[in-house]
């Protein structure tokens, strides 16, 4: 495989990566609203969401990010995706002092993998919606 057919197959895989990362969070608000409030409570210092608002937030998200899975309005929904999760790194701040949250590092490459996706949308063609774009 040449590297110019290799970096359509790599952007695919970061974009179904950062997917199926999202998913679960928009899956969390649309099971589990309660979990979905409190942390927003605690990141975004944002209280008294009920089901109703998770449940609009939820299909909202999951809207964007299946357009975001299949390529559709790159900069728009790539730049969205770009955006929220940078949101939701930076809001954790507190969780990088020490040692006791490692799993919120996680956080950074997912981040660089968003940013990758955004800067290099134009070479993002595997899977994608073309037409819609």
């Known amino acids: 495989m ?54 609009i937030i ?13 390529g559709v309005k790159k900069t728009l929904t790539y730049g969205a995706v770009l955006v929220l999760h940078g949101i939701s790194t930076l809001s954790s701040y507190q969780q990088y002092l020490g040692f006791d949250n490692l799993l919120f590092f996680a956080a950074w490459p997912m981040l660089a993998a968003c940013f990758v996706l955004f800067y290099l949308r134009d070479l993002d063609t595997k899977y994608t919606l073309q037409q819609f774009s």
């Open 2 to 55: 040449s590297t110019d057919a290799r970096i359509p197959v790599s952007l695919f895989l970061l974009r179904l990566g950062v997917f199926i990362v999202m998913l679960m969070w928009t899956l969390d608000k649309l099971i589990n609203p309660s979990h979905a409030g409190a942390v927003f409570e605690r990141f975004y210092t944002i209280s008294g969401l009920g089901s109703t608002a998770f449940l």
């Open 58 to 70: 939820g299909l909202a998200e999951l809207a964007l990010i299946v357009a975001f899975l299949l």
